[in-house]
């Protein structure tokens, strides 16, 4: 049977990268890149090969194993593995880069700070403070070889080669043989009559000094160039005279070389080193120190390294949110960190806490991921967006806060790419039927308004169908101007989504009644959007052959492309939460079709030019075309601001129909648009499920037959009672002159005659006087009847008669 012997270098958990980094520290030991084999994470592998007749370096290599394998301190070089063979010595390390070639590369790219700097030698001075003053050990070696940087551009003391006891035991340093390290050694070590007095920490006081002014002015060609500070900056140059002064006795210690640097105004008095220190004690600080640490960090991040915060800052912010109970806080950093990862790692530590804080019950951390939901919507895919994230984001439609409502609308504008077809064509439509209907916010009905015209695109065709004509032409009516402004900016900028039927029947006969709109920016946004569907109607009308080019998109299924044009039609209602009452809409649509100025027509020849008369102040609530005369009892329930979603606005063909029935027998339907808006007032039922449009602006409903009107009460003249040619002796003037202030759904047929309509009304509520007069002349006669009988029943009785049963 054969036995073959094991190799340990394969067997070796870690696979080392042949050619050696350059820079690497002077002497037997040469810096290679490598990988752990398992899982492939990088690390830095130092290789020592040994050779014959170097019985004393190998020594030396194998003391510096031993200590690096046994120390351990956050600022020297982390040992993970080792190997030690008859042939070789392998030390696994951290993954690192020797400072020599970090700071060249940093040179290069621009990117060097004196703020990065200063926080390094901190670093380092503290990790010569825990040697000198915890271990009682002299580095030996410090120098610009002996420090590595590690990804996250943290500072590393290594190269533990020649350290010693600071205890004396009769042993002195040991001798290195490397004339490119003994060129650091301090000048008092040339002295061997021992009468010289120093600290135990001088010599590598001195050699601090040495490293930082190569770290300014680079290598160090001898050590009378110490006498010039170079580019040392002005604040570190007193401390720097002190470590490369003569007398070693007044050399300072580390740690008060550290208090030193540390004063304020020092050159290491800075945000850097505050931010390290506090990120290195964490774990220890009270919940209101992490809030505000949180709060001020991201203030800071922008003069930061960016594989700093990468590297540092977002572990422990993603710490810090998983365990510490941060909060909201940690949103505005970590999304800031979140820019300088790439979409991998993005995918892997920043997603699953989003989707995470989503499902969070605090308000404060629900806003603010809606508010910066744009800096990580690309990373977010369709399946997580519908499962994790949408659910939870949809509550906020129904929240009591204003401001929590308002931010989930703004969202849907991000998420509606990625939402399927049951959350965007019927979740989300629920909802926004609801807003728009039923808020008791203005700015937030007009926000549902804008944002539906900026995803109409994404809609299915038989959605776009059902729910923008019902939608925009219910934002007309809102009594809040803006989202008035933004229905007609909705019918623009979805105008390709429109059949030539239905922009004549439907969508034009809404926006002409805006041209009265007390409002001037309504009307002014009604002109234009009414001469841009004439002029597409027109050219149309001209060309019949254009009409499937101009109808291409009507059942075109949603596409992310058509989505173009109306992304940006119209601003947001509101900027801010703070003033959700009186901000004006900022809307100036750039998508709107191609104008036309169309001549405006000549008043025919005969009629008379309505006289110019002011708008009422305020809005009349009757939507008619006539004034508000309105008991009182009709008048307290009449608010526009109260109703108006209430009111089964019906649809456009309706109204046609109405209009017609009207100029057919005005005495049998003169009476009902008001019927009908009195009992309106009175329909205000709520109900307990989602309100949708189909429910409040019949989108499925078919186009409703008018119920039958009431006949009109007593007095009420006929329509051939009057003289539709010439004026009455009693003529009032122009009858647009007491015009409403915003039209409602059901228009009287307009009169192009002279004839007044204040006889009817007079006569009406003369009628109505008459009716109640006769009501409470019976009333009385019944009561008077009723005291008679009981008298009569028990007849008249005498003072001082006792009743007998």
């Known amino acids: 049977m054969w036995f073959f012997a094991r190799d340990p270098v394969r067997d070796f958990p870690f696979e080392l990268i042949p050619e050696p980094l350059e820079g690497g520290p002077p002497g037997p030991w040469a810096l290679h890149r490598g990988r752990k084999k398992a899982t492939g994470s990088p690390v830095s592998i130092f290789v020592y090969d040994v050779k014959p007749g170097a019985e004393d370096q190998t020594q030396v290599a194998k003391a510096a194993f031993k200590r690096l394998k046994t120390l351990r301190h956050p600022n020297i070089l982390a040992y993970i593995d080792g190997l030690e063979t008859e042939k070789c010595l392998h030390v696994v390390t951290e993954a690192v880069t020797p400072l020599g070639m970090y700071l060249k590369a940093r040179v290069e790219a621009g990117d060097l700070k004196e703020l990065e700097i200063s926080w390094g030698l901190h670093q380092i001075v503290k990790a010569l403070s825990f040697l000198v003053n915890d271990c009682s050990l002299i580095h030996n070696n410090v120098c610009m070889a002996a420090v590595f940087v590690d990804r996250a551009g943290e500072w590393k003391l290594g190269s533990l080669d020649y350290m010693y006891s600071a205890q004396g035991n009769g042993e002195g340093p040991p001798r290195k043989g490397i004339p490119e390290l003994e060129q650091y050694d301090p000048p008092e070590l040339a002295d061997s009559s021992g009468r010289v007095v120093k600290e135990k920490w001088s010599a590598d006081m001195w050699r601090l000094g040495c490293l930082i002014w190569e770290v300014f002015n680079g290598s160090l060609p001898r050590a009378a160039a110490l006498r010039n500070p170079g580019k040392i900056p002005k604040s570190l140059v007193p401390h720097y005279c002190e470590l490369v002064g003569a007398n070693p006795k007044v050399r300072p210690n580390p740690a008060r070389f550290l208090q030193n640097c540390r004063a304020p105004g020092g050159f290491m008095s800075n945000c850097f080193v505050e931010t390290n220190l506090f990120l290195e004690e964490i774990q220890i600080k009270e919940p209101t120190e992490k809030q505000k640490f949180f709060q001020e960090l991201s203030k800071s991040l922008d003069s930061f390294p960016e594989d700093f915060c990468r590297h540092k800052v977002l572990p422990q912010l993603l710490t810090a949110f998983e365990f510490g109970n941060a909060g909201a806080v940690v949103l505005t950093p970590l999304f800031k960190v979140g820019k300088f990862l790439n979409a991998e790692e993005y995918q892997q530590k920043i997603i699953p806490v989003v989707v995470k804080m989503f499902s969070s019950t605090d308000r404060a951390m629900r806003i603010r991921l809606l508010q910066q939901m744009e800096q990580f919507i690309q990373y977010l895919d369709e399946p997580t967006v519908n499962t994790q994230i949408f659910p939870h984001v949809v509550h906020g439609f129904l929240d009591t806060n204003p401001a929590i409502r308002e ?217 008619h075309w006539e004034t508000q005369e309105e008991d009182k009892d009709t008048a307290e329930d009449s608010s526009t601001a109260d109703r108006w979603d209430d009111e089964d606005w019906g649809s456009l063909e309706q109204e046609a129909e109405s209009v017609l029935a009207q100029q057919e027998d005005w005495n049998a339907g003169g009476q009902a648009g008001r019927a009908g808006q009195v009992s309106s007032q009175d329909h205000k039922s709520l109900e307990s499920d989602w309100s949708s449009w189909e429910a409040e602006g019949s989108w499925d409903q078919g186009w409703q037959e008018e119920s039958s009107p009431e006949r009109p009460p007593e007095g009420t003249r006929m329509a051939s009672e009057y003289n539709w040619g010439a004026p009455e002796p009693n003529d009032k003037g122009d009858p647009f002159s007491s015009l409403s202030a915003r039209p409602s759904t059901q228009q009287r047929p307009d009169s192009w005659g002279e004839d007044s309509w204040e006889g009817l009304e007079t006569d009406s509520r003369q009628a109505k006087a008459e009716l109640a007069r006769k009501k409470r002349e019976e009333r009385r006669r019944e009561m008077e009847a009723k005291r008679a009988e009981k008298k009569v029943a028990k007849g008249p009785m005498k003072l001082g008669a006792r009743k007998l049963d």
């Open 407 to 623: 931010q989930t609308v703004k969202s849907m504008l991000l998420l509606a790419p990625k939402l399927n077809e049951a959350n965007l064509n019927v979740e989300l439509m629920k909802h926004f039927a609801r807003l728009q209907a039923k808020d008791d916010q203005g700015p937030i009905r007009c926000n549902t308004t804008v944002c539906l015209g900026k995803i109409g695109s994404y809609l299915s065709a038989s959605t776009r169908h059902r729910v923008l004509t019902s939608a925009f032409s219910r934002a007309t009516k809102d009594p809040f101007a803006p989202s008035r402004v933004a229905g007609v900016l909705g019918f623009a900028a979805t105008h390709n989504l429109y059949s030539m039927n239905d922009c004549a029947h439907k969508i034009l006969p809404v926006l002409c009644g805006l041209t009265v709109d007390p409002e001037k920016s309504v009307r002014d946004q009604a002109f234009k959007a009414i001469r841009s569907f004439l002029s597409k109607l027109e050219s149309v009308s001209e060309d019949p052959t254009q009409l499937a080019e101009v109808e291409k998109d009507v059942h075109a299924a949603s596409s992310p492309g058509m989505g173009g044009a109306a992304a940006s039609w119209a601003g947001w209602a509101v900027t801010g939460v703070s003033s959700l009452t009186s901000k004006l809409i900022r809307a100036h649509p750039t998508a709107t079709p191609v104008e036309t100025n169309v001549p405006q027509r000549p008043m025919p020849e005969g009629l008379p030019a309505p006289a110019p008369t002011p708008v009422p102040a305020i809005p009349t609530t009757s939507g």
